[in-house]
């Protein structure tokens, strides 16, 4: 009697008292039907108390089964480097769940373990479920030598399709495995597409690869036991890694470890296309500024009267600055940036301006206090138009006589913030009074930076202040140097 069995071996092998006895008892009186209803093979193991091996104290299979497997291991001893889930569960209390589990007689199966309790909480024994894993042990037992951890690499080929191991279906590199002789013994999911298209067969298995990719003969013909190819063929780009594995002196398998990177190769052309347009359009917006400028300089020169020349000149000089920013992105050795370096721009901005005949006494200082700015071509435009307004206007307006002057330009910046100064040391600004050069700094500042635009009061000339935040389109960098001029 079966009952009496587990009474038995419990009361030899364990510490269980009675009481837990009764419980396993029990659980045991079921195990037949739970044997039927999951069609699986159903056992209790118990910790035993000399020693950390467990023994099957019962065991019961489905009625259903043709029993070939099922011969009785009640009272036989259960080694945790065999079983680790029936060890898992007895530690931590918790089921374990092993979808490919090798059990101690080499079967493959699906185990399921989980703890049973006695009424103190404490882990008494664990009731074991395992389902063989059907139709597969002929293939596996060829593949089982390329496991990798719990899981077995292999089974695609053929009709084993259910049951995949994930990791292979999500891969999108193509695995190939050759033997000795470069018969096919391994391709993963994309790897089967992959030689059934090329080599337009669908009879792959244990196939010759190089006959059936030709172009595969240079991959295995070359010597090295590592290699990595780069290869096109009718316009798909592959990088084909080859990975001989020997075993004892002489030649084993081979791993083919494929990549498709023909999407990858297409988009970089067409990136390529479109920075080389962007680079166009930006040439020709240079372009159009320049002619836009010669018309006005011939507009002024020839048939203006003389009291508008001042603002022809106001004009071109706005034009020069926004012309300032589309040459600093084409100098950019980076095609597909057109981020604009605020700093270089400023110096591009004010040389213009301050080398100029008529402001020989006035020097210029330039201060970045170690900021490296960046920002879209956009805003870039807003700030150098707004720079040439008020150095402009320290240039026109501060030093009405031709005495020595200096003009700072300086950048502070948070995390948050960037802060724009412009000071001159001049006669200072009377009572303002806004025309067209200060409007334009007002509404770029508001509208196209998000920031402020104010004066502070100084004893001693002008100190202009433009505020905005840094943004996804205004970056800025910390650099060592904290002073250029
Ligand atoms: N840095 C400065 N120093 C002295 N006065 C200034 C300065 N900046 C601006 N102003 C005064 O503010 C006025 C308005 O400037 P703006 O709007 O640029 O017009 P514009 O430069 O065409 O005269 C100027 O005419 C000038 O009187
Ligand atoms: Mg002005």
Known sequence: MSESTLEQLCKIYTELNTEDINILKKVESTLNIYADLSNANMYIDCKMNENDHAIVVAEAFPSTSDSVYEKSVVGKFVFESFEPGVFYSYRGGKKSLISQAVTQDGRIVEQSVVPIKNGSHQIIGVLIQEKEMSQQSLVRSEQ???SFGQETLGTMLGDDMGKIPIISSLLMETLLLTDNKNNLIYANPVGVKFITEMSQTDEIQHKNLVELLP???QVYDSKEDVFVFDMTLDRKNLVIKKVRLRNKEQHGETLLIIQDITELRTKEKELMMKSYLIQEVHHRVKNNLQTVASLLRLQ?????????KAYFEDTLNRIYSISSVYELILANEDADDD???IIELTRKVCSTLVLNELHKNISLIIQSNGNRILTSSRKAVSIALIINELVQ???KHAFPEDIL?????EFHSNKDFLELHIFDNGVGMKKPRTSLGLEIVHNLV???LNGEFQYLPEDVGTHAVIAF?????????????NIDS
């Open 215 to 217: 172009f595969l003969k």
């Open 446 to 448: 508001v509208n196209d």
């Open 339 to 341: 981020d604009v370096n």
């Open 300 to 308: 002024m020169r020839k048939g203006s009267p003389e009291e508008s």
């Open 144 to 146: 089982q030598k390329y």
């Open 405 to 409: 002057g200096e003009i700072i330009v």
């Open 469 to 481: 935040p840094v943004s996804p389109e205004v970056v800025i960098y910390y650099e060592k140097e």
């Open 393 to 395: 206007n320290s240039l």
